[in-house]
């Protein structure tokens, strides 16, 4: 979800710092107490995309970017609902056209929904199936710093993600709330688990004749199966 917000980011030139509020997002989760300014709550004009990446949203019982607070659910959706805002259409058209496709991996989003209700929408917290294969593309477009192959383009390739996009996810976005987490990624720094979510646990070896690592956890989270993405001396 990380890689297909950044896609996002990039086609519409999005800051992460913008409040989701002034992207036209809605919402109908709890985020604070109302008020006659902020109906919503009093916290959410200042949710922005990098307080729900970053997993900081404060979902609505502390100011945003101020508390860890994992979510895999209606708080993560909102960058779903970013998606429909920013495009217009439907979440699975966009994150099948822009992202699936160009991965070549056209079936990732064929079976995911969020409800049953809504067969156009996707899911934030988790809900695609991949191989073990395509699973190694997402790691290798972030080793490519958000560059990926394509056929009939100039120089064979096209940049889907910006490279500062990249290097966000792989740095603590929020190190005072967390100092080992990115951009709903896992970060191989050391940091003491938080007491509303389990800690990864990591199975790692390098890989011969590069910088890389390989990584592996428990394979059921919001951000990819806390598959974090590992780099050299971290």
Same mark, same amino acid.
């Given at each position: 979800t990380a890689l297909l917000i950044g896609v996002l980011v990039k086609q519409h030139s999005l800051s992460l710092d913008t409040p989701l509020? &002034?992207?036209? $997002?809605?919402? &109908?989760s709890y985020w604070g107490t109302p008020t006659a300014a902020d109906p919503e709550g009093e916290y959410w004009p200042? $949710?922005?995309?990098?307080?729900?990446?970053?997993?900081?949203?404060?979902?609505?019982?502390? +100011? +945003?970017?101020? &508390?860890?607070?994992y979510d895999s659910d209606d708080y993560l959706q909102h960058l779903v609902k970013l998606i429909e805002a920013v495009t217009g259409?439907?979440?699975?058209?966009?994150?099948?056209e822009e992202f699936a496709v160009p991965m070549g991996i056209p079936d990732l989003y064929t079976w995911d929904r969020y409800t049953t209700l809504e067969a156009h929408d996707i899911t934030?917290?988790?809900?695609?199936? $991949?191989?073990?294969? &395509?699973?190694?593309r997402f790691g290798q477009l972030i080793?490519?710093?958000g560059r990926w192959a394509a056929k009939g383009v100039f120089g064979g390739s096209v940049q889907l993600i910006d490279e500062d996009y990249i290097e966000a996810m792989l740095t603590p976005q929020f190190p005072e709330a967390i100092n080992?987490?990115?951009?709903?990624?896992?970060?191989?720094?050391?940091?003491?688990? +938080?007491a509303n979510c389990c800690q990864p646990q990591w199975l790692c070896s390098m890989i011969p004749g590069s910088n890389a690592q390989q990584g592996g956890g428990d394979a059921a989270a919001a951000d990819g199966g806390r598959w974090g993405a590992l780099r050299t001396g971290e």
């Open positions: 509020k &002034e992207l036209n $997002v809605t919402t &109908e200042q $949710v922005t995309i990098r307080h729900i990446l970053g997993q900081t949203s404060g979902i609505g019982k502390y +100011p +945003p970017g101020t &508390e860890f607070t259409a439907p979440s699975k058209k966009f994150a099948t934030a917290g988790g809900g695609q199936f $991949v191989t073990c294969t &395509e699973l190694l080793l490519n710093k080992n987490y990115g951009l709903l990624t896992w970060l191989s720094t050391k940091g003491a688990a +938080p």
